[in-house]
C-alpha cells in the first residue's frame, strides 16, 4: 500500500463530522474518536443505526474536508466490520470534548448523561471499525 498524501492520524484527530453508510442503503452524520487506529462512533437503542449494524455489520465511514478558501480538498474512506462495544467512559469524556470543548459545565445536558447515566440501562453503547481498507485522498487545488 503506498504511504498516504497527508498525514491521516492528524487530520482524523481534527473534530470533523464522519458520514456512516450501512446497508440499505442508509448514511447518516455523526461525530466519531479516531482511536487505536479504529473509529469509535457512541450510539444505542435509540438510534436506527445500532439495529443495521446489528442486522449487518458491513460499513463505510467517510470523513472529508473541502475549503473553498485556501483549495483543500482532503478524504478519507474506510471500510470494514463494526464491532459492538460496551461503552466506557474515558473514551466517552475524549470524544465529547473533542467537539465540545474541555469544560463539561458547558456542555448541553443532552450529551453530559452519557458521562454521568449508567450505560447498561440506557444501552449506550461504541461502535468500532477497525478498517480492513482506508484509503485517504488529497484532491487539493490552488485557491
Not at 462512533?41 to 485556501?70: H, N
Not at 467537539?99 to 461504541?126: C, I, K, M, N
Amino acid at each position: 500500500m503506498a504511504s498516504p498524501p497527508f498525514d491521516v492520524d492528524a487530520f482524523l484527530a481534527e473534530p470533523l463530522t464522519a458520514r456512516v453508510a450501512t446497508n440499505g442503503p442508509t448514511v447518516r452524520p455523526t461525530w466519531y474518536l479516531w482511536e487505536d487506529g479504529a473509529f469509535w462512533i457512541l450510539t444505542g437503542p435509540w438510534t436506527k443505526l445500532l439495529g443495521r449494524v446489528r442486522q449487518d455489520p458491513a460499513i463505510a465511514v467517510v470523513v472529508d474536508l473541502c475549503d473553498l478558501a485556501t483549495g483543500s480538498v482532503l478524504q478519507v474512506i474506510a471500510r470494514g466490520r463494526a464491532e459492538v462495544i460496551p461503552f466506557d467512559v474515558p473514551r466517552g469524556r475524549r470524544k465529547l470534548s473533542r467537539y465540545l470543548g474541555a469544560d463539561e459545565s458547558q456542555w448541553d445536558s443532552r450529551f453530559r448523561h452519557y458521562l454521568l447515566d449508567d450505560p447498561g440501562e440506557r444501552g449506550t453503547v461504541w461502535l468500532r471499525l477497525r478498517p480492513s481498507s482506508l484509503l485517504a485522498k488529497d484532491l487539493s487545488y490552488s485557491a
